[in-house]
T-cell receptor
């Protein structure tokens, strides 16, 4: 199994630019989560989907952040416009039904974003 | 709001030593508690998951205990090895159906 695949692994951009992070969950997993990790705040849940439908987006910090899941094998997290305080590692995680209810998530290796 | 605290923030020990990592949480209404390992530049790997009805879980040299009433968990690593060097994260899964993470303990095992 390939695991959760995220791209890009590293992104450096300038303030004001649009950033798109991508995630391919494990095949057959119908829950997908986006987390953000910073030194100051640790790991925070941004949004999660079930069967491609956003369930809880209360962790999305601002309207500059948006996430989509057009199909079961692909999700994007977009930041527009980006700001230096968005610099963080963004993790995607997936889980099959039943196991998501117990918090058993499978994490990708993250996308490290630096906004200058 | 659930808060998870991990102590110490960093720990350095010589190889072979047994060690204990601490995790505390403020809301005891949890479904389970997990310990993760994170290597530099990598994602999170789940090490142990303790259901709220359980007291402990063991995997190899790792043992995790859970005292839900006092809001505490301990991860015990026996006979530590340099390959154990990583950041260890504790996370609780509670009534909000979300994983709440601690800030982690950065462990260095010296050869």
């Amino acid at each position: 199994d390939a695991g959760v695949i995220q791209s890009p692994r590293h992104e450096v951009t300038e303030m004001g630019q649009e950033v798109t992070l991508r995630c391919k969950p494990i095949s057959g997993h119908d829950y997908l989560f986006w987390y953000r990790q910073t030194m100051m705040r640790g790991l925070e849940l941004l949004i999660y989907f079930n069967n491609n439908v956003p369930i809880d987006d209360s962790g999305m910090p601002e309207d500059r952040f948006s996430a989509k899941m057009p199909n079961a094998s692909f999700s994007t997290l977009k930041i527009q416009p980006s700001e230096p305080r968005d610099s963080a590692v963004y993790f995607c995680a997936s889980s099959p039904s039943g196991r998501a209810d117990t918090g058993e998530l499978f994490f990708g290796e993250g996308s490290r974003l630096t906004v200058l | 709001k659930q808060e998870v605290t991990q102590i110490p923030a960093a720990l350095s020990v010589p190889e072979g030593e047994n060690l204990v990592l601490n995790c505390s949480f403020t809301d005891s209404a949890i479904y389970n508690l997990q310990w993760f390992r994170q290597d530099p530049g990598k994602g999170l790997t789940s090490l142990l998951l303790i259901q709220s009805s359980q007291r402990e879980q063991t995997s190899g040299r790792l043992n995790a205990s859970l005292d839900k009433s006092s809001g505490r968990s301990i991860l015990y690593i026996a006979a530590s090895q340099p390959g154990d060097s990583a950041t260890y994260l504790c996370a609780v899964y509670g009534s909000a159906r979300q994983l709440t993470f601690g800030s982690g303990t950065q462990l260095t095992v010296l050869p």
